[in-house]
């Protein structure tokens, strides 16, 4: 039997980067990355023999020409790497992607002296500097740059470790990256990629989704080696760096850039281990619904119905376009314009690596969407996600290059809410009961995978890190015992798995471009949830706040931006209170299914 490959609409959607450059040898990328070069060597001269001599006018000056070379050099990374996803099997594209970061190095490390600069400076003349107005701006970035002076090292060795991220981690990422885009899964006869694949873990025919399942994990095991030297790579890489820089832990370093505390991941992590039970409790009740016994790993995502609805491009753009300008009809003018002017690419494509980003680029041009859209209900959702984003970045680049990008315990707040604004629309819009019930099961297994999946993940890389870091190598057996550990825990009995199941870590890529990444998505989602709730309860008063808020990038530290919509990030109720909430999307689904 043969796969059917339906038409959505979106293959022909593509994005146009002319608004970045003309093409890949357009002359003014060289003329840029020469201009940036001359800037950087210029700045150098210019602040290396007195930073400390500045007063706060003159630092002030010294960041907006700091920013100015990051941005241009910004917009040729962006361009590079936006071009590179859409063509990742064609070496010519990642040889150009790599000679970018080669040469970016170089330029960033004329200017490595200005952040141990700043860092020298005693607190007290700092602090005075950051009352000043001149320096206003700048304030919490410069701020927040000195949390790092402790795992900054001399300029030299910041060169060094600079340089051979290029040569070191960065190829590793690309390996692993272009290994997945270039396989392929046999099924019933066709070559697909992984992005094919995973898409047919949510098809009504559930002996498709075994043999989808099957392929996965096949084609997977059949690349294990390769796969298990990139996370090894990455882990080892990531456990030098730490013990360079002197971090305490493993995530450290991205609590630190994230601006949140220890004490606030663990809390974070402990509420949402504590709720466990309700995935179960929800599992359980989806296997009643499909009428399957034992329910299997590849029927997490099964549809309710067998009848599951399909949604061709143009009605996802009016659905997610006509949630977002019900909520505001600012944000969704900025909506139309993702659609109208070409800055998403849609289409499923050989060469295309999979998922979906929203990619801010820089506060001059505008951010870039990449998904892959079959038609599903969660393609629907995540074009709401990704738009989300888009929105967002779209918002913060009042704030400049340097101020507009968010730390993750924010970053992932307008994406999600986006997704409950479609989410809520598309539960207007529908009248059957049994769809309305397939839309609310998979809005709750969506959240789950947000929440639950995600917290699973986060402590997967937990006990993958440590290990690492006291047993040596990690073999494919045993980073498959650690994620077996980690994933099967939040399910109890409700789900029985594959044998297959135990490589499918391999294929994740936050573990390696991002390693402590995933947990922002659950502070993300329950910290939405907590948004969702105020609105409802003032949507007219919320909406203001929840636009300054977007507007505010990353110019502030995470809790006073989210103070903007009357939520307190502190709260020792806010998670509680966000999963009580996904407990009553479980009690409404019951009620619905007449279980209760």
């Known amino acids: 039997m043969m796969v059917k490959q339906s038409t959505t609409g979106a293959e022909n959607i593509h994005w146009h980067l002319q608004d970045l450059y003309a093409g890949t040898e357009d002359p003014q990328i060289e003329a840029d990355m020469r201009w940036a070069n001359t800037e950087a060597e210029s700045f150098a001269r210019q602040y290396r023999p007195g930073l400390a001599d500045l007063n706060a006018g003159g630092l002030a000056v010294a960041m907006q020409k700091l920013e100015a070379i990051r941005q241009r050099l910004g917009r040729v990374g962006a361009f590079r790497y936006l071009s590179y996803v859409t063509h990742a099997d064609q070496p010519g594209y990642g040889a150009a992607l790599q000679a970018y970061e080669e040469a970016a190095t170089s330029i960033s490390n004329q200017l490595i002296f200005f952040d141990i600069a700043w860092n020298a400076v005693d607190d007290s003349r700092a602090e005075a500097w950051l009352q000043d107005p001149a320096l206003a701006h700048w304030a919490h970035l410069l701020r927040n740059w000195r949390k790092y002076r402790n795992h900054l090292r001399s300029e030299s060795e910041e060169q060094i470790l600079s340089e051979k991220r290029v040569t070191g981690r960065a190829l590793w990422e690309r390996l692993f990256d272009e290994t997945l885009t270039e396989m392929r899964f046999q099924l019933r006869g066709k070559a697909m990629t992984e992005q094919e694949v995973l898409t047919l873990l949510s098809n009504p025919d559930r002996s498709l989704r075994h043999d989808a399942a099957e392929s996965l994990s096949t084609g997977l095991e059949s690349r294990l080696h390769t796969l298990t030297t990139c996370f090894n790579a ?104 993702f659609f109208d002017e070409h800055w998403i690419d849609a289409a499923l494509a050989p060469g295309k690596r999979g998922g979906a980003f929203a990619h801010p680029v ?96 986060h402590r997967f890389e937990v006990v993958m890190h440590q290990a ?30 594959s044998p297959g199941y135990r490589w499918w870590w391999s294929y994740i890529p936050h573990f390696i471009g991002s390693p402590g990444y995933v ?21 007219a008063g919320f909406v203001p706040g929840y636009i300054a808020m977007l507007k505010l990038g990353g110019s502030k530290a995470p809790a006073e931006v989210v103070a903007e919509t009357g939520v307190d990030l502190d709260s020792p109720q806010l998670w509680s209170q966000a999963l009580d909430y996904l407990a009553g999307l479980v009690d409404e689904a019951e009620a619905l299914a007449g279980v209760r």
């Open 234 to 337: 990455i882990l080892a890489d990531k456990a030098l760096d730490d013990r360079l820089r002197a971090y305490p832990h493993w995530l450290s370093e991205r609590n630190l850039s994230n601006e949140i505390s220890d004490s606030m991941v663990e809390a974070l992590e402990a509420a949402v281990v504590s709720r466990y039970s309700l995935v179960a409790r929800y599992y359980r009740l989806k296997a009643k619904l499909l009428r399957v016994s034992p329910l299997m790993d590849y029927d997490r995502y099964a549809p309710i119905s067998s009848e599951a609805r399909r949604y061709d491009w143009a009605e996802c753009q009016r659905i997610v376009l006509a949630a977002v300008h019900d909520f505001s009809p600012e944000l969704g003018a900025i909506g139309q314009r």
């Open 468 to 497: 690492r870091r006291t047993e040596g190598e990690l073999s494919k057996e045993r980073l498959a015992e650690l994620w077996m550990q980690t994933q099967t825990e939040q399910f109890a009995d409700s789900i029985q798995f």
């Open 362 to 457: 820089t506060p001059d041009v505008h951010p870039y969407l990449m998904v892959n859209y079959t038609g599903t209900v969660r393609d629907v959702m995540t074009v709401a996600h990704e738009l989300g984003h888009g929105i967002h970045q779209y918002l913060a680049r009042e704030q400049g290059y340097l101020n507009a990008d968010t730390p993750l315990t924010t970053a992932e707040t307008a994406s999600v809410f986006g997704e409950m604004l479609t989410f809520e629309r598309l539960m207007r819009e529908e009248q059957d009961p049994q769809q309305r019930l397939t839309l609310l099961c998979g809005k709750i297994e969506d959240t789950f995978a947000t929440v639950f999946r995600q917290m699973a993940m």
């Open 519 to 539: 947990y922002a998505y659950a502070f993300g989602e329950l910290l939405t949830l907590a948004l969702i709730q105020r609105y409802r309860d003032n949507p």
